[in-house]
């Protein structure tokens, strides 16, 4: 039985004191969760996000992390840098990641690979654009960046990997996915497992959706067989959007 994962990337928002108020409310307001539950402040924040969702069980998250493990590289964050506040889990690959700051499939990889052998979770995104959908290329996009993203990792590692399916004509757009659209490339996505990996790593892989979560439409995606969690945007901002979303299972 795959665990409901629930993760917010607050992306380039809040102040230390903005996000310290808003990780006080989700530890108070989770406390007693079933889902697995993160958050990926902006790094600024990161030190001080921690110690006040760990009494919430929450992991703390990073957005994005260098490719490189240290030297001359002005203005990255390394893995390490990273492990030393806390934090478990690197988002990597999102597509503002692909999209506006041009990182390719090979620079995700090298990342995804630094993070697993230093013991840090993964959560990968992948999803197509609205030209690459309307020209009926969602599995060869998503299919290029798994393998691509994933090129080198091993079976055992894999309980250190997060899916993200996030559509990017999806993502803060107030436009979701229909449940069954999301759902149909989240079973692909586990059928590439199931032809890639070891047996059970089709059935174990966690993969979450994201794009416009909101609290009215997280339940239904929740119901869908393959879609197992959310990566949440905008709507992780407020504890009043967050929690129910985090609690859509109570
Ligand atoms: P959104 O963002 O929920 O604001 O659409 C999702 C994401 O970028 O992960």
Same mark, same amino acid.
């Given at each position: 039985?795959?665990?409901?994962?629930?993760?917010?990337?607050?992306?380039?928002?809040?102040?230390?004191?903005?996000?310290?108020?808003?990780?006080?409310?989700?530890?108070?307001?989770?406390?007693?969760?079933?889902?697995?539950?993160?958050?990926?402040?902006?790094?600024?924040?990161?030190?001080?996000?921690?110690?006040?969702?760990?009494?919430?069980?929450?992991?703390?998250?990073?957005?994005?992390?260098?490719?490189?493990?240290?030297?001359?590289?002005?203005?990255?964050?390394?893995?390490?840098?990273?492990?030393?506040?806390?934090?478990?889990?690197?988002?990597?690959?999102?597509?503002?990641?692909?999209?506006?700051?041009?990182?390719?499939?090979?620079?995700?990889?090298?990342?995804?690979?630094?993070?697993?052998?230093?013991?840090?979770?993964?959560?990968?995104?992948?999803?197509?654009?609205?030209?690459?959908?309307?020209?009926?290329?969602?599995?060869?996009? #998503?299919?290029?960046?798994?393998? =691509?993203? %994933?090129?080198?990792? !091993? &079976?055992?590692?894999?309980?250190? /990997?997060?899916? *993200?399916?996030?559509?990017?004509?999806?993502?803060?757009?107030?436009?979701?996915?229909?449940?069954?659209?999301?759902?149909?490339?989240?079973?692909?996505?586990?059928?590439?497992?199931?032809?890639?990996?070891?047996?059970?790593?089709?059935?174990?892989?966690?993969?979450?959706?994201?794009?416009? #979560?909101?609290?009215?439409?997280? =339940?239904? %995606?929740?119901?869908? !067989? &393959?879609?197992?969690?959310?990566? /949440?945007?905008? *709507?992780?901002?407020?504890?009043?959007?967050?929690?129910?979303?985090?609690?859509?299972?109570?």
């Amino acid at each position: 039985m795959r665990q409901s994962y629930v993760a917010g990337n607050w992306k380039m928002h809040k102040t230390i004191a903005e996000a310290v108020s808003l990780a006080n409310e989700l530890a108070e307001g989770l406390k007693r969760s079933p889902n697995k539950l993160m958050v990926a402040p902006p790094f600024t924040a990161l030190s001080a996000v921690g110690p006040a969702i760990a009494a919430g069980g929450i992991l703390l998250g990073a957005q994005n992390m260098a490719s490189e493990l240290e030297g001359a590289h002005t203005g990255e964050i390394s893995v390490r840098m990273l492990k030393d506040l806390g934090v478990r889990v690197a988002i990597i690959g999102h597509s503002e990641r692909r999209h506006v700051y041009n990182e390719s499939d090979e620079l995700i990889n090298q990342k995804v690979q630094l993070a697993l052998t230093e013991g840090m979770e993964v959560i990968l995104c992948v999803g197509e654009t609205l030209d690459e959908r309307e020209a009926g290329d969602v599995e060869r996009v #998503v299919g290029t960046q798994l393998r =691509a993203g %994933l090129s080198g990792v !091993e &079976n055992v590692s894999l309980d250190q /990997v997060t899916i *993200a399916y996030e559509p990017v004509w999806a993502i803060g757009t107030g436009k979701t996915a229909t449940p069954e659209d999301a759902d149909a490339v989240h079973r692909y996505i586990r059928g590439w497992f199931a032809e890639t990996y070891e047996s059970d790593a089709a059935e174990n892989i966690i993969v979450q959706y994201g794009g416009s #979560v909101k609290p009215d439409n997280i =339940a239904a %995606l929740m119901k869908m !067989e &393959n879609i197992d969690g959310a990566l /949440v945007g905008g *709507a992780s901002l407020k504890a009043e959007t967050f929690l129910p979303i985090c609690r859509f299972n109570d």
